[in-house]
């Protein structure tokens, strides 16, 4: 991967943020790490729900609350400019909630792969396909 000298990277979990800064170039990649930033705990959802079959469990409210932090947190240091550039490193779900709270400048500092959309096509309407949709 081609990063940038001075780019972040952004390494997250359900529970924790670790920052490091690109000291090297291009594909010299030399990662120096940074203060983490204080993310607020909270729990993601309306306030005084439970868990139930229905919802998800606290555990997973949490993870999800402290994505939504990591953002706020991103978009905050991109919208101050202390980031040109930005690489994100997270499991599909935290990564998944992260997406769902960035800010369109911090969008346009992210750096390295990005996954496209998820789509669905049915076997169906794929040319060529014989086999029908069960």
């Known amino acids: 991967m081609n990063l940038p000298n001075g780019a972040l990277v952004a390494v997250a979990d359900g529970e924790k943020l670790s920052l490091f800064r690109n000291t090297g170039h291009n594909l010299d990649i030399q990662l120096k790490p940074m203060a983490t930033p204080e993310i ?25 609350g402290f994505a939504m932090g990591v953002a706020e947190a991103l978009n905050h240091m991109a919208l101050t400019n202390k980031i040109e550039a930005l690489a994100v490193v997270a499991a599909p ?26 789509s669905v096509t049915s076997p169906s309407s794929t040319p060529g396909s014989e086999t029908p949709m069960r």
């Open 40 to 64: 607020p705990e909270r729990l993601s959802g309306a306030p005084g729900r439970r868990s139930s079959d229905a919802n998800p469990d606290n555990d997973t409210q949490a993870e999800d």
């Open 93 to 118: 779900k935290t990564l998944g909630q992260l997406r769902k709270h960035w800010h369109k400048t911090l969008e346009q500092r992210l750096v390295g792969p990005k996954p496209s959309s998820p």
